[in-house]
């Protein structure tokens, strides 16, 4: 199966390359990282996650028990790593492609 690399799955990815995380951890850094743009629910942060670690691209690393309720951290595998690193060229390489595209001036504009 191929890892289908949404934004969402992408900056699920970086929150893990921060360190170690559990899901409502997750769910903060990603609003974070996209200026609180991207706000994912449980049921959308643990379906990614799932296929995340299906992928091989992140792993449940330790459960913690706070107030009685069990927190499961997951870890960026490398594998992972090596993934968020080639999405992050992949955007960067776009966006260069992007900007020159704009840059030139309009076809058949004065």
């Given at each position: 199966m191929t890892f289908r690399m949404s934004e969402q799955a992408y900056l699920v990815l970086l929150a893990l390359a921060e360190e170690p995380r559990h899901g409502y951890g997750v769910v903060?850094?990603?609003?974070?990282?996209?200026?609180?743009r991207v706000r994912l629910g449980a049921g959308t942060l643990y379906g990614i996650l799932d296929r995340l670690v299906d992928a091989g691209y992140a792993e449940p690393s330790e459960e913690v028990?706070?107030?009685?309720?069990?927190?499961?951290?997951y870890?960026?595998?490398?594998d992972g790593l090596d993934a968020v690193q080639a999405e992050t060229r992949?955007?960067?390489?776009?966006?260069?492609?992007?900007?020159?595209?704009?840059?030139?001036?309009?076809?058949?504009?004065a």
């Open positions: 903060q850094a990603v609003r974070a990282l996209s200026d609180d028990v706070v107030d009685g309720r069990a927190r499961r951290y870890r960026l595998t490398g992949r955007l960067a390489a776009l966006s260069r492609r992007a900007r020159q595209v704009l840059g030139r001036p309009a076809l058949g504009g």
